[in-house]
């Protein structure tokens, strides 16, 4: 079976809203605060059952998240040593034979901020969010990226550069989604950050067409 590498990303420290988001929306073994994680997608999504396997039994890491769709599954692996983290990495690219820079590039479909959201759309936003409640009068960041995984890593280079609030993040399906909340400022800081951190990530081309 072809697997298809989509996303492969390390994060070197879990931020503490992120940690706790995790925490309050996983299934598996909760991540702490500056932690190191690892994401990965893969097509098919069946293949993260294997990955999952390899990464587990080879190393110390422990997985919070595992979705397995159709089309996509996600796996998150998380551990207090960045080098237990990037060793269990290691495998799991060794047994899929590819390498880091086999996953695909992020592409930004939307990126967008909205200022001084009013209360209806305040409530909207809360009927719909797994982090943070958003109060009315914020600026509110909106970020769709493919593929979805990318939507970790966004959100944590976010709250590293910024003192947002993390309203809700995506990381699974055909499309990451990220909201996030604060003063109009802190959310260009963020924003900022956001786009940095994906344009470093290289990769094969992404065929998908960003909206930017």
């Not at 420290?13 to 996983?26: H, K, N, W």
């Not at 551990?79 to 060793?87: D, G, K, W």
């Not at 495998?91 to 479909?109: A, G, I, Q, S, Y």
Request: glycine residues 6%.
């Amino acid at each position: 079976m072809a697997i298809d590498l989509r996303s492969f990303s390390f994060i070197d420290s879990l931020q503490p809203q992120l940690t706790a988001f995790m925490s309050s929306t996983c299934r598996g073994y909760f991540p702490i605060t500056n932690n190191a994680s690892l994401w990965i997608e893969v097509a098919p999504g069946i293949a993260i059952n294997s990955v999952t396997d390899i990464a587990i039994k080879k190393t110390q890491v422990r997985p919070a998240v595992q979705i397995v769709e159709r089309a996509y599954g996600v796996l998150e692996i998380h551990h207090e040593s960045q080098a237990e983290v990037l060793e269990a990495g290691r495998h799991v690219l060794e047994h899929l034979k590819l390498k880091e820079t086999d996953r695909l590039r992020p592409v930004v479909m939307t990126s967008e901020i909205i200022t001084h959201i009013d209360d209806y759309q305040a409530m909207l936003i809360n009927n719909n969010r797994n982090g943070s409640m958003f109060v009315a009068g914020q600026t509110l960041y909106v970020l769709e990226v493919h593929p979805a995984a990318y939507a970790c890593i966004a959100a944590n280079e976010a709250e590293k550069a910024s003192p947002i609030t993390l309203i809700h993040a995506q990381p699974y399906g055909a499309f990451g989604r990220l909201q996030l909340s604060g003063s109009e400022s802190h959310i260009e800081e963020a924003r900022k950050a956001v786009h940095k951190a994906l344009e470093n990530i290289e990769g094969r081309d992404n065929q998908v067409k960003g909206g930017g």
